[in-house]
């Protein structure tokens, strides 16, 4: 007569709702360091550029360049900041939905150990019965 714990369904739905929010974590921390390294290599590839112009049109693209490079730096240095909050605002997610599992499976481990106390105390009823019904038949 084991009695189901009442609290199975929501305890699935907060183990789904924990893994959802653990993979928008992942995929935030993994689009963050996409952007960095995006960020690293454009600046490496700007710091390596030459810089030689050897007349007015060539002075001119090399500065649109610049400029395009900036800008483009601009940008990722912007969507690294917002990937960053998206980060923090997935681990708070996350954080929040461990512990509101992490609450119902002690609660669930609870009932657990109290209907396994509740079977071995039927259990050992069972067994007892059974040993005072051999004493009685073994003196009759």
């Known amino acids: 007569m084991t009695r189901s714990f009442s609290l ?9 709702q924990e893994r ?3 993979q928008r974590l992942s995929r935030a921390v993994l689009d963050a360091r996409h952007t960095e390294a995006r960020d690293r290599s454009l ?6 550029a030459g810089s030689e112009a050897v007349d007015v049109r ?9 400029v395009a490079g900036r ?5 990722l240095t912007m969507l690294a900041e917002l990937q960053e909050q998206t980060v923090d605002q997935a681990r708070t997610e996350h954080s929040e939905a461990r512990r509101a599992m992490r609450g ?3 609660l669930a481990q609870a009932h657990a ?7 071995l105390h039927a259990e050992q ?16």
């Open 104 to 106: 119902l499976d002690r």
């Open 43 to 48: 600046r490496a590839h700007l710091a390596g």
């Open 20 to 22: 959802a929010a653990a």
């Open 125 to 140: 009823a069972e067994l007892d019965e059974i040993g005072s019904r051999t004493d009685t038949e073994g003196q009759s």
């Open 71 to 75: 800008t483009l730096l601009s940008d």
């Open 8 to 16: 199975a369904g929501l305890l699935r739905v907060r183990e789904i």
């Open 58 to 66: 060539s002075l001119a693209a090399l500065a649109a360049a610049r």
């Open 113 to 119: 150990v109290r209907v396994r106390a509740a079977e």
